[in-house]
Every structure is written in structure tokens, then in C-alpha cells.
């Protein structure tokens, strides 16, 4: 099967490998020196739990051009930067796209395409549940030996999901098909942002979180905010254990979060700042319309963050 990958990060690194092993004919789409590393060397990836490394050759282009045909378009990267690609995705010929990655607009990103695809355009959303980071020239990743992607479509079932399953039919991954994936990646924003919200300082840097039992507490709280922001919009908590754990376990929650905040596996769980920011706008966003109070996030962006 002919699949563009198009991004070329830690997680599209990632989906490309399994894709190719897979036996697909995969392309992936990178630039400047990531692009060149791809032609040089294939897709090099540090398993940080299996303790191997793996190398994959690759087909590489710099481009997505108006008469490319793939099968299946994979669109992996941060929520920041799919603006600028859903023009680029509506002028190619391409029918099946896979939007992959944190996302609190996916309705308004798959109507932008609809109404100004040049062919009819059927659209899917996804996460690919791993982590990961750049380690000069190779990807440093900690998910499995097979992987794993949360995806759905908005309005029923994903109109070519056969054709999804055969292209992960030969590979140890899992497509784990959810009726509202809307739901799910709103959902999965609230824990992202609480935590990654208070995890950089004034140049925009990655740091640890501080791991006091107030900023600790704070987190929790906040989080438990975000979701009622969440279901004040009619939206589901997905899946529901999340909204549970913290309102029903709180102690066991802090613990975790504790031992996280120790940790070096932040690292490469982390998200950039651009990217934060802009679920932040989001979030708020949602406030506004719901009127809801969130004393907790108020006081870890006061006293923590440099988000807005």
C-alpha cells in the first residue's frame, strides 16, 4: 500500500517504522537536515525499554504536490502546526487522511477540507500512543514493541477503514476504533494540559515540575475543573476511568503524580511550548463558553506558567 507520512518527528518516525515493516510502500515527508538524515541513514530509533535500536530505509520527499496519489495520508504532528497543512492536504488529489496528534478542533479542521478539497476528502482522527525525543541523529522512543493508535472518525465509522486495516494487517499494532474520538482527544487535552501547563520557565524551556504538595494538589484540582469544563460543553469524559481516578482516588493521584515529577520520563512525554499554548488558547476558549471558574488552573498559571 502507498502511505505518506507526513511529518517526520519522534511519533511520525515512529508510525513510518511500523508502517514499513509492515510491508507498505511508505514515503515520509521531512525537510532540511531531518530529510537529509532520513535519505543518509533510513529511520534510526532507540527503543529506550526493549534497549535496542533499530534502522529502517525510507523513501523521503520535501514536498506534498497537487497530483501526488497516495492510499493513505498520516498528518503526524503537533496541534500548532495543522493550519498551515490543511491547505496543502485540500489541493492533492488524495482521498484518505488520517489527522494524528493532540486536537481540540478536529471538526473544524475535516469541514476546511471538505469544502475546499479538489476531490471529496474522507477524513479520520487519531492519536498514536507513545513518546518520545530527538537524540541527535536518531529518535528516542518509549513505546512498545507493536504500538498502538486511538481513532475514529466524527460522523460514524471511518468510510476506509478497510483499507486502514490492511495496511496494519502485517504489523503488531493496534487500531483501537473509538465511536467519538472528538471526545476522547478533548479529553485527553485537560491531563496534557495541567501537565505540561506549569512545565516551562520564562525562555520556554522544558523543566521538571517542582513536586511540591501545593503545585501537586493544584494539578489535581485542576484537572478535575477541566473535566467539568468538558461536561458543561455535553462532552464525555473518554475513557471515563480518567474523571474517576481523580475525583474518587485523589491520594493514589498524587502519589503518581509525585513520582512523576521525580523522574526523568518527562522528557519524553513532554510537549513543546507552542504546542501547550495553543490548547491553552483552546481551553479557554471553552471557559468562556461554558462560564466556568477554574480557582486551580488560575493559580498554577499564576504561579507556575508562563501561558496566558
Do not use: C
Not at 147 to 156: C, F, K, P, R
Not at 192 to 204: A, D, T
Amino acid at each position: 500500500m502507498n502511505i505518506l507520512v507526513y511529518g517526520a518527528g519522534v511519533l511520525g518516525s515512529q508510525l513510518a517504522q511500523v508502517l514499513v515493516r509492515g510491508g507498505n510502500d511508505v514515503t515520509i515527508l521531512a525537510r532540511g537536515k531531518r530529510a537529509e538524515e532520513l535519505e543518509r541513514d533510513g529511520i534510526v530509533i532507540r527503543h529506550v525499554f526493549q534497549f535496542k535500536t533499530t534502522i529502517d530505509p525510507v523513501r523521503v520527499t520535501r514536498s506534498l504536490e497537487e497530483d501526488d496519489a497516495y492510499d493513505l495520508i498520516f498528518v503526524v504532528m503537533k496541534y500548532n502546526d495543522f493550519p498551515s497543512v490543511l491547505p496543502i492536504l485540500a489541493a492533492n488529489r488524495s482521498s484518505n487522511v488520517v489527522i494524528v496528534g493532540n486536537n481540540a478542533d478536529a471538526r473544524s479542521m475535516q469541514t476546511f477540507l471538505e469544502e475546499n478539497s479538489r476531490v471529496e476528502k474522507k477524513v479520520a482522527f487519531g492519536f498514536h500512543v507513545s513518546g518520545g525525543r530527538r537524540q541527535e541523529d536518531r529518535m528516542l522512543s518509549i513505546g512498545g514493541a507493536g504500538g498502538q493508535m486511538v481513532i475514529g472518525g466524527l460522523d460514524g465509522e471511518i468510510a476506509f477503514k478497510s483499507i486502514l486495516d490492511q495496511a496494519f494487517e502485517k504489523t503488531k499494532y493496534k487500531l483501537n476504533y473509538l465511536d467519538d474520538i472528538d471526545a476522547w482527544l478533548k479529553s485527553h487535552i485537560v491531563p496534557i494540559l495541567m501537565l505540561n501547563g506549569v512545565s516551562f520557565n520564562e525562555k520556554r524551556e522544558m523543566i521538571k515540575l517542582d513536586g511540591n504538595r501545593k503545585q501537586l494538589q493544584h494539578m489535581i484540582g485542576a484537572m478535575d475543573e477541566g473535566f467539568g469544563v468538558l461536561e458543561a460543553m455535553g462532552i464525555s469524559i473518554i475513557p471515563e476511568i480518567q474523571a474517576k481516578l481523580i475525583r474518587k482516588h485523589q491520594r493514589m493521584l498524587y502519589f503518581l503524580l509525585k513520582i512523576y515529577s521525580v523522574l526523568p520520563l518527562y522528557k519524553l512525554v513532554a510537549g513543546s511550548f507552542g504546542e501547550i499554548e495553543a490548547l491553552n488558547d483552546a481551553f479557554n476558549g471553552w471557559k468562556k463558553v461554558t462560564h466556568m471558574s477554574t480557582p486551580h488552573w488560575d493559580v498554577l498559571k499564576k504561579e507556575y506558567s508562563n501561558l496566558k
